[in-house]
């Protein structure tokens, strides 16, 4: 977002003498602050403001532009520029960076790039998406075990500038494997002359590099940890996952899971802001999929002809009676998603879910199927076709609450079965369960109605 | 969630002699593990293991239990037991608990708590709900100006064990007014003569404590924040919201959403867990709005009775013609509720998103109107009644592309209208849209069909 007021005052700035106002802003306010009010800058305009704050600085401000202006950013930049500026970054952010950049553009930067943080910027890019790995940031502060607090205070003052954070160290053997945890409280707390070894924590909570982020994620958040180590097959330490980052993708998978809910593919920027054929191609894809999944709804209901020529009142009730699936199924098909997601179920458990979701059904459909009764014994003569009135509510009664049984099983299975296949149980919602139950609750209906009326 | 290998063995430790070994487990493991650990132990059990830790342990413990287990716990505890967790326990955690349990048991523990600690939980109590007052603690670190870098660090080694963070550490003047911020890492870098003035931040980021927690966690997700100092109208420094926290909030507001979408009201617990009178009333209640809502769809198709009966075609199109309209609604409404939550639009510029939606939804509109078209056109003789193939189709393909473009702009315009009157806009989501959809939708295609055919 811009900050209108104080963009021109900026410009005026940049193009005028130093007079060291806009220096020490570059240092004193917070780079979040700073990358906030010159989003609305040029590119050029943006690599001279920059340009102007030291180069640590400028690392953490640039951190702070969203993904697509550091792309646009770095590509407008000269090839030395751009390898100053990566060295200077957090490792994290930079692999975030060149992961989002052209494969093309990246190989002729990297070799500009000083070798131990090519090196780093290489391992921490074959990470698999999602993965701790990719998630990771590989500049932590470590201890060896036998030094004493005072000393470790004094290893800590020299890491500090280079690492993400000093709040939590990490005690390494010599082979790197991780054997404890100390928290910089625990060494302001500890007498000077006592060792790591005797005030840290061996038992330390980990990730491993390959585990999913949402299981990162949760971990973290179990423990209320302000960052988790990552680790290799054999204990190593490869690197901190920190709070937030954590908290980024907690957000950036509930937006993810909503976009699935509503039917869209995943777009990374504002559906208002990106090419207008994008746009259409990622909506008209899900729309599409759907509407031709919907075609079987004219099937259906064309096998029932005889059934709807005969009674008019019957195609009356079409729309009720299966919109009451696609909504209970919704509705179940959300609290499975859920329930999936804080771990209150698995896959395997799914039968106790069926039972649970089996009597709710009931429940639900003798209720809906009440008020349903109720209406369609008020359905005027004239579509009548010399039905029986009630024998008509009997009809609509059964086939509601046969539906809404129906859409709740369905609604709660498909998750667990999209689960089990690896797939977002997310898809499983809304328009997806409620085209699904359409056709099925079609054929539900007229099946209770020819058994009954005819 | 139960670890069903293990709680044996502590039952045995229970119940046996203490060899130490279960003391240790106390003191060593993490509180989140043996919290974990110990949920499936009975109430009495519970605090037969907690007795055996030192009281700050037992209420580090406490803290990690369920918010239902806590409130149960604390139902079957002893007043003197209770009254000495609380003072123990951080304050943003046991104001959670007082909140949540009944206000004749709060009136009743509460004059059994120490002084300072009561006066403290009655004003975490009195802030409402969702807002920064609520979610704040008063265990926080803070500093005079004038002391040098080496007293302050003396002065946060008192404070430490009843603070919360030490790592961010505010500055007040002796108004207790806001006027600085250092960071734990700034104290140890710093030369232990300087003055925390000299090293401090002067222009501190923080939140009012009246702010809702939606824009708290926002601001902290900004900064990269470990906790964000609060404030009252004086710009005295009230509170302090810690990133776990804000990690919860985020968690529980997707939560709320992905509910809200799936028309289900808020449950705290699983909905397999709870009483299924209780959930059987939040499910049925939606269902049965969004039925009652949908019942109007028989009143519609109805007033076109004599279109119905003419050409029975019309009414096999109903389903499809409708799902078009909640499905391109909900994938509207799921997008921009998406840019409203992510600050990507606001309500005022609702002009720009219906500019956009309308020539988006005349795209989607041709897109499915031409999949329909072809599918009309393949009416077979039968329910045809007479009418031209061609006609028939032509009435398809244009009530598919009206109503396409109707669901999109009313899933558009409804999370803003939502978000203008304070509504939550993720109720406008799937069900909500589709019911209101599918009633218009009914009127578009008949209103076309006799137009066009009649």
Same mark, same amino acid.
């Given at each position: 977002m811009e900050n209108p007021l104080l963009l021109p005052e900026l410009r005026e700035m940049l193009s =005028?003498? $130093?007079?060291g106002t806009l220096s020490e802003f570059l240092v004193e306010a917070h780079p979040a602050s700073i990358a906030e009010l010159s989003e609305g800058l040029s590119v050029e305009e943006t690599w001279q403001l920059l340009s102007r704050a030291p180069l640590q600085r400028q690392a953490e401000i640039f951190a702070f532009y969203s993904p697509q202006k550091q792309v646009t950013l770095a590509s407008g930049a000269g090839s030395e520029q751009l390898s100053r500026l990566l060295e200077a970054m957090s490792h994290d952010d930079r692999a975030d960076l060149l992961q989002r950049m052209e494969p093309a553009v990246v190989e002729r930067i990297?070799?500009?790039?000083?070798k131990a943080d090519r090196e780093d910027i290489r391992r921490l890019l074959s990470y698999p998406e999602q993965s701790a790995g990719a998630l990771m940031t590989t500049d932590y502060a470590s201890l060896p075990a036998d030094v004493t607090v005072g000393e470790a205070l004094a290893l800590l003052r020299q890491q500090a500038p280079a690492s993400?954070?000093? @709040?939590y160290v990490y005690v390494l053997d010599d082979q790197r494997r991780l054997i404890g945890f100390v928290s910089l409280r625990d060494l302001i707390l500890?007498?000077? *002359?006592?060792t790591v070894r005797d005030i840290m924590h061996p038992d330390v909570i980990s990730v491993r590099v390959d585990e999913d982020q949402e299981q990162v994620a949760a971990k973290l958040a179990k423990y209320d940890f302000l960052a988790i180590p990552v680790v290799d097959d054999q204990h190593r330490l490869v690197g901190i996952i920190t709070h937030d980052d954590v908290l980024d993708v907690v957000t950036d998978e509930a937006t993810e899971d909503a976009l699935h809910m509503g039917a869209v593919a995943a777009m990374v920027e504002s559906h208002l802001e990106a090419p207008f054929f994008t746009v259409w191609r990622k909506r008209s894809l899900w729309l599409a999929a759907l509407f031709i999944a919907e075609l079987f709804t004219f099937t259906a209901l064309a096998s029932f002809e005889d059934a709807i020529k005969a009674v008019v009142a019957l195609s009356l009730f079409v729309p009720l009676c299966i919109s009451t699936g696609g909504n209970s199924g919704s509705q179940a098909a959300t609290l499975t998603t859920r329930a999936l997601a804080l771990g209150?179920?698995?896959?395997?458990q799914w039968f106790r879910v069926l039972r649970h979701e089996f009597f709710m059904g009931i429940a639900l459909g003798v209720t809906l199927g009440c008020i349903g009764f109720v209406r369609a014994a008020?359905?005027?003569? *004239?579509?009548?076709? =010399?039905?029986?009135r009630i024998m008509l509510a009997l009809v609509i009664s059964l086939a509601v609450a046969s539906i809404c049984l129906w859409g709740t099983l369905v609604g709660s299975m498909l998750p667990l079965l999209f689960r089990r296949f690896g797939? $977002?149980?997310? @898809?499983? *919602?809304s328009p997806f369960v409620a085209t699904f139950v359409d056709v099925t609750g079609i054929v539900i209906y007229f099946s209770i109605a020819k058994a009954i009326l005819f």
């Open positions: =005028g003498e $130093d007079d990297l070799p500009l790039v000083a993400e954070t000093i @709040y500890a007498p000077i *002359s006592a209150q179920v698995t896959p395997q008020l359905t005027p003569a *004239s579509v009548l076709d =010399g039905t029986d797939v $977002d149980p997310g @898809y499983s *919602s």
